[in-house]
């Protein structure tokens, strides 16, 4: 398994996979139930179980291609150009598209409420539990997610070794060491004027200790610590 993150790793720092999604989602986002900052390591543990990060990749006996082998089916369904499918700009594009297109007209469309009158969206239990099924519907098409609902299939289990291997993908992608072996940078908040100040106090106050005002009574930590930033801002 190591030598398969190490070679993931490389294609995406040879093909700039991290920058191009970072780009597509400042423009294309994917449904809201992904959060926002969900959204980067789903696409890149996408990309490295489909192609290991690869977007010159092609299954000549299923016809997929491209960074997230998309199949023919989906596609045509997005309306992309064969002729695009091993651009990596366009195949993370259209697979956002494509996500959300199996969203909206297949998991949350109520023309397929085959269940109770809810459709899988509105059955699902979690945002977890959604994701499962975007998962299913994306390896293995959302009419086959559709008939797994149906027959009332659990989409973890169903779609198990798909499931675990975008999990470990997913981990994988999700710790800012690995984001930065690809040229990720990793913006780190600068603290406020005042957060400063409270920091510099630590130097200043012992919290172990009382003290004592000009009167000679006792005050707490607390209270000399506000009377310093009232002073200081």
Not at 101 to 106: D, H, K
Request: charged share 25%; net charge positive.
């Amino acid at each position: 398994m190591e030598k398969e993150y190490q070679l993931i790793v490389k294609n995406c720092k040879k093909f700039g996979i991290y920058k191009k999604i970072v780009d597509e989602l400042k423009i294309n986002q994917l449904n809201s139930e992904i959060s926002e900052e969900k959204q980067i390591p789903f696409l890149l543990a996408i990309a490295s179980i489909e192609s290991k990060c690869n977007p010159k990749k092609k299954n000549s006996n299923t016809g997929a291609a491209g960074l997230m082998q998309l199949m023919p089916v989906a596609r045509k369904e997005i309306e992309m150009s064969s002729a695009n499918a091993f651009d990596a700009n366009t195949s993370i594009k259209m697979t956002i598209k494509y996500i959300n297109w199996t969203i909206s007209n297949y998991l949350n469309n109520s023309n397929f409420a085959i269940k109770n009158g809810k459709t899988i969206w509105e059955s699902a239990q979690s945002n977890d539990e959604k994701l499962a099924w975007i998962l299913l519907a994306f390896n293995k098409g959302p009419g086959n997610a559709r008939k797994a609902f149906k027959n009332g299939s659990n989409p973890i289990e169903y779609g198990k070794k798909y499931h675990t291997g975008f999990s470990l993908f997913y981990n994988f992608w999700n710790d800012t060491d690995h984001l930065k072996a690809i040229g990720a940078i990793i913006k780190i908040d600068e603290p406020s004027e005042t957060e400063k100040i409270e920091n510099n106090l630590e130097n200043i106050v012992d919290s172990k200790n009382f003290f004592l005002t000009n009167k000679g009574s006792l005050i707490s930590e607390n209270t000399l610590r506000n009377m310093i930033l009232r002073y200081l801002i």
